[in-house]
Antibody
Framework: QVTLRESGPALVKPTQTLTLTCTFS??????????VSWIRQPPGKALEWLAR???????YYSTSLKTRLTISKDTSKNQVVLTMTNMDPVDTATYYC?????????????WGQGTLVTVSS | EIVLTQSPGTLSLSPGERATLSCRAS???????LAWYQQKPGQAPRLLIY???SRATGIPDRFSGSGSGTDFTLTISRLEPEDFAVYYC????????FGQGTKVEIK
């Protein structure tokens, strides 16, 4: 059974760095073809893809947010970590992590329940 | 970046009716790398369709996807009460992008 769960602070101040952790089970990021992405959704708005990390440690970032994002993995802990620097109120959103099986296509087949991050002083 | 435009923004229908949702891409989506997701309030998106027309595991056959190139459609043949939700299309051929969503509401 595949599950993913996001964790991190519910509130961050402007200019601070956000660190989110995705803890997953039911698959391994050391398995060829497995990937994990981060996606966010501001309240009442659409989904926005942020970043992806692959089984071979390749990393991909949203062009518009590339300078602020870092994605990493700890295969032994089944975790993926996303950091976003210089947080702003417009970054207030629910942040999701999701699994991708690259060789099956690249769509997000399993999602975490999401974690709401509010940026406010 | 491929921009996806969904229409209509809101679809007001009654249970039992047919829903047709459109997703248009600003450029051709390679290998039909187009997916559809359903999202209910307070929940994460759920994968419905991938590869433009393949149903994900456990998705009822009243949901169907079609299209290629730049024009894609999600059809719900007969709306059930649990189908009223927001639907998003997404392309995963290059840097992933999502449409802005279509809300299917009860008329």
């Amino acid at each position: 059974q595949v599950t993913l769960r996001e964790s991190g602070p519910a509130l961050v101040k402007p200019t601070q760095t956000l660190t989110l952790t995705c803890t997953f089970s039911g698959f391994s990021l050391s398995t060829s073809g497995m990937c994990v992405s981060w996606i966010r959704q501001p309240p009442g708005k659409a989904l926005e893809w942020l970043a992806r990390i692959d089984w071979d440690d390749d990393k991909y970032y949203s062009t518009s947010l590339k300078t602020r994002l870092t994605i990493s993995k700890d295969t032994s802990k089944n975790q993926v970590v996303l950091t976003m620097t210089n947080m702003d109120p417009v970054d207030t959103a629910t942040y999701y992590c999701a699994r991708i099986r690259r060789f099956a296509g690249g769509y997000f087949d399993y999602w975490g329940q999401g974690t709401l991050v509010t940026v406010s002083s | 970046e491929i921009v996806l435009t969904q229409s209509p923004g809101t679809l007001s229908l009654s249970p039992g009716e047919r829903a047709t949702l459109s997703c248009r891409a600003s450029q051709s989506v390679s290998s039909s790398y187009l997916a559809w997701y359903q999202q209910k309030p307070g929940q994460a998106p759920r994968l419905l369709i991938y590869g433009a027309s393949s149903r994900a595991t456990g998705i009822p056959d009243r949901f169907s996807g079609s299209g290629s190139g730049t024009d894609f459609t999600l059809t719900i043949s007969r709306l059930e009460p649990e189908d009223f939700a927001v639907y998003y299309c997404q392309q995963y051929g290059s840097s992933p992008t999502f449409g802005q969503g279509t809300k299917v509401e009860i008329k």
